[in-house]
């Protein structure tokens, strides 16, 4: 396990002569425990948790990484070309949304800070909880800092990714600047894949942390299906 959410399966024995030649998939065994269902991180597809090992077939580029359902993962959607974390510090953030597959829940946290200093322990630092409700993803703040992290203001989520969503829906709205501007909806760029079953939404910006208070959460975005 890393952390609570992901569970890594790596390939250990070296690859056969044909493995290399024909970039052909490694199976690997894994023990994805019972009563918790997952998701195959490079495909989002959800497989499901047994009390014995499964063989799973891994892509040559891959390791076996899955992600344990009702998680959001915020990633760094990070420009080509960045060579360290701290030049990809600044770059957006891309919600990965692996709902729980009875619940249609999932929960998942951003810490930040300037990533060199030890300006921290003088709060100066955000972290916030993404909390993903069957069509419906909000945010809150989670610690209650007297001092605000100036840089989160300008740090911005641009990509949002839902799995295991079976149908496309009719729209998807941008609650946040939505309700924030209080002007008519404002509507998002989303594309359904139907053979992964997935929602990806594109083109806009929300900022991670520039109105939040403490324990009041904000919905960023909904789904409508009808």
């Not at 998002?188 to 594109?202: D, G, K, V």
Request: hydrophobic content about 35%.
């Amino acid at each position: 396990m890393f952390g609570s959410q992901f569970l890594v399966c790596p390939k250990i024995s070296p690859p056969t002569q044909e493995q290399i030649d024909y970039h052909t998939a490694t199976n690997v065994t894994c023990y994805l425990p019972d009563g918790v269902n997952w998701y195959y991180y490079w495909s989002g597809q959800p497989i499901m948790g047994q009390n014995v090992t499964q063989t799973i077939p891994v892509g040559d580029i891959e390791q076996g990484v899955f992600i344990r359902e009702g998680s959001v993962i915020p990633l760094l959607n990070y420009q080509l070309g960045r060579m360290s974390l701290l030049e990809a510090i600044n770059d957006p953030i891309n919600l990965l949304v692996y709902p729980d597959m009875t619940t249609r829940q999932a929960v998942g946290d951003l810490y930040l800070d300037d990533g060199q200093t030890n300006n921290y322990q003088q709060n100066v630092r955000t972290q916030v909880q993404f909390q993903w409700n069957n069509n419906t993803m909000s945010i809150v703040k989670t610690i209650d800092d007297s001092n605000h992290y100036n840089l989160a203001s300008g740090k911005f989520i641009n990509k949002a990714q839902i799995f295991n969503v079976l149908e496309r829906p009719v729209a998807v709205i941008n609650r946040y600047w939505s309700n924030m501007q209080n002007q008519s909806t404002v509507y998002m760029t989303m594309f359904h894949n139907a053979e992964e079953q997935s929602l990806t939404l594109t083109e806009f910006l929300i900022p991670v942390d520039q109105i939040l208070v403490y324990g009041q959460p904000v919905t960023l975005f909904e789904i409508i299906w009808e």
